[in-house]
Every structure is written in structure tokens, then in C-alpha cells.
């Protein structure tokens, strides 16, 4: 089992649409979780991070977490074009690591 | 502007040849990352350092090797024991917080190195 698994998509929606991305993770003693948009051919970019079970918003980004169901979610409201990209789901682990997951490719189409 | 800076942004190697990435950052972070992306696959850690003069091996970390001589800077060098480095190479820092792992990273923009 890989430690942190996302669905690799593509995910497509329509724009207004509300845009739901999963992730399940197997280290149980994970205690940071962030969630990175990464554009085509560039760097990630920290959009969200989680610490505490229940449910996390910033502005159009509601980022979720439970820890016993070793489940976290993002979802984006409101879904844009340029909102297309693909998210990542990562972990923090011991020593500042992160632990990255594949990644979900996301499609907004207008 | 506080940040990260990656260079060169593409860069190609020569069989047998060693070649250097740098990364800077001005965010006065004490760790520093790098990562290595292929196509399709998700970030992979060579080398990480929490202080100056001191790094740890990450996943991956044959055929590479780094410095860490100042506080801003962490340069790469990808050797030519390393015989599949094409790929997108990511630099990221961190603050050192109580809850150690419970920091973000911040990315540079990448280097892309190819073979020639």
C-alpha cells in the first residue's frame, strides 16, 4: 500500500461546480497534512494545510480531515478554469519530511 | 521580495560530466530540500539539512551530492553516477518550528535538467 494514495483523474467539472479531491494515507502518526496545486511545468504551491480533524476554509477551499478514517479531502467551490491543475496530497512526517502523493489532475471546463 | 531562487531554469548534461544546481533562499529558513519529479510520478527527496553543515540522505540519494556552507544556500550536484537525471529538480526551505513536522515547504521555480 502506498502511504498516501490519490485518485490520478482526471477529475472534470464544470465551472460553479464544487470540485471534491480525496485522499486516504496509511501512516497513522501523521500529523500535518497539506494540500499543494501544482500548474503545468511549474512548482508546487502551498494552498491549504490541516493539522486538526474537522473541516478547514479559506476562502473557496475547504480542506477535511479524519484522522480515524485516515481520509483528507479538498474541495473547491465555486470551480474556475484556472483552477486547473494537478493537487497534491502531502503528509508531514518526522524531521519536517513530507511524504507526497501522486497527485489528482483536475479539469475546470467553461 | 522574499523567496526562493532556482538556476539555472534548464540546463543539459554531457555524459560523464557532473553539473550543479543551485538554490538560494532569503526567507531566513533553517531547512532546506531537494526533490526530484519525474513525469507523471510524485516529488521523491534526494537530500535535506535542518543546519549549516549538516545534511541528511532522503529516498534517493545516489548520485547526488550536497553542500551546505551557508544558511541561504543549498546547491546540488548531480554526478554522473546518477545515469537517468533527466528529470524536474525542486529546491524547498522550512522554518523549524516546535512541531517540527508540522511546517510547510516553500518551492523555488525548478531546474530542468536533460542529457545531452
Known amino acids: 500500500q502506498k502511504e498516501v494514495e490519490q485518485n490520478s483523474g482526471p477529475l472534470s467539472v464544470p465551472e460553479g461546480a464544487i470540485a471534491s479531491l480525496n485522499c486516504t494515507y496509511s501512516?497513522?502518526?501523521?500529523?500535518?497534512f497539506f494540500w499543494y496545486r501544482q500548474y503545468s511545468g511549474k512548482s508546487p504551491e502551498l494552498i491549504m494545510f490541516i493539522y486538526s480533524n474537522g473541516d478547514k476554509e479559506d476562502g473557496r477551499f475547504t480542506a477535511q480531515l479524519n484522522k480515524a478514517s485516515q481520509y483528507v479531502s479538498l474541495l473547491i467551490r465555486d470551480s474556475q478554469p484556472s483552477d486547473s491543475a494537478t493537487y497534491l496530497c502531502?503528509?508531514?512526517?518526522?524531521?519536517?519530511?513530507?511524504?507526497f502523493g501522486q497527485g489528482t489532475i483536475l479539469t475546470v471546463h467553461p | 521580495d522574499g523567496g526562493i531562487t532556482q538556476s539555472p531554469k534548464y540546463l543539459f548534461r554531457k555524459e560523464g560530466q557532473n553539473v550543479t544546481l543551485s538554490c538560494e533562499q532569503n526567507l531566513n529558513h533553517d531547512a532546506m530540500y531537494w526533490y526530484r519529479q519525474d513525469p507523471g510520478q510524485g516529488l521523491r527527496l534526494i537530500y535535506y539539512s535542518q543546519i549549516v553543515n549538516d545534511f541528511q540522505k532522503g529516498d534517493i540519494a545516489e548520485g547526488y551530492s550536497v553542500s551546505r556552507e551557508k544558511k541561504e544556500s543549498f546547491p546540488l550536484t548531480v554526478t554522473s553516477a546518477q545515469k537517468n537525471p533527466t528529470a524536474f529538480y525542486l529546491c524547498?526551505?522550512?522554518?523549524?518550528?516546535?512541531?517540527?513536522?508540522?511546517?510547510?515547504?516553500?518551492f523555488g521555480d525548478g531546474t530542468r535538467l536533460s542529457i545531452l
Open positions: 502531502v503528509l508531514g512526517t518526522s524531521y519536517g519530511k513530507l511524504t
Open positions: 524547498a526551505s522550512s522554518i523549524i518550528g516546535q512541531q517540527y513536522s508540522n511546517q510547510p515547504q516553500h
Open positions: 501512516d497513522r502518526g501523521s500529523q500535518s
